[in-house]
């Protein structure tokens, strides 16, 4: 038998989550103490699977896969917040780009310049997302520069 590290709950041996709090964990198959198995938490690590996933949070709209299927980790439910809070973000900007362009070259068609630099600072949400994306790799739990402080799911 196994123990969850978390919440003490007794489990078969080879189980990759606690029935009973939902952690994810991983078991040492060499057990020479004639104890319990060790259990490692995977907190940080993941599997291969779950960080594909996780990695989703920031492209946008794709954010709503991992929302769905794997937010029962700390680790999970924080990217997933951060790719939340990004794409809102982006969804702003976008719609306030769009009615500034329109408002600015209504007045002057040499407004252009002020447009263009906005859509190029546009590139601010495609580095956020690559940061968020190694932070995944890394399993760091790092907030996003200016926006990553906001919650929208709780974890």
Same mark, same amino acid.
């Given at each position: ?17 606690? /029935? ?6 991983? /078991?040492? /198959? ?6 319990? /198995?060790? %259990? ?12 594909a ?6 492209? +946008?709209?794709l954010? $709503?896969v ?16 951060? +790719?939340?809070?990004?794409f $809102? ?15 600015l070259?209504? $007045? ?10 906005m859509?190029?600072a +546009? ?8 940061? +968020?994306?190694?932070?995944? %790799? ?14 929208i799911?709780?974890?």
């Open positions: 038998m196994m123990i969850c590290p978390k919440c003490g709950a007794e489990m078969p041996d080879n189980t990759c989550t606690c /029935s009973n709090c939902g952690e994810v964990l991983t /078991s040492i /198959s060499s057990n020479t103490h004639g104890g319990d /198995s060790i %259990i490692l938490n995977m907190h940080h690590t993941g599997n291969i699977t779950d960080n996933l996780l990695c989703m949070s920031y492209l +946008g709209f954010v $709503i991992p929302l769905m299927l794997c937010k029962n980790t700390e680790l999970a439910r924080f990217h997933i917040n951060q +790719g939340l809070v990004l $809102i973000t982006e969804l702003t900007y976008c719609a306030l780009f769009l009615f500034t362009r329109w408002l070259l209504a $007045i002057s068609p040499w407004l252009s310049v002020i447009v263009a630099v859509a190029a +546009g590139i601010v949400f495609v580095v956020y997302a690559a940061m +968020g994306i190694a932070g995944v %790799i890394r399993g760091e739990t790092r907030e996003l520069p200016v926006i990553g402080s906001c919650k799911i709780k974890y």
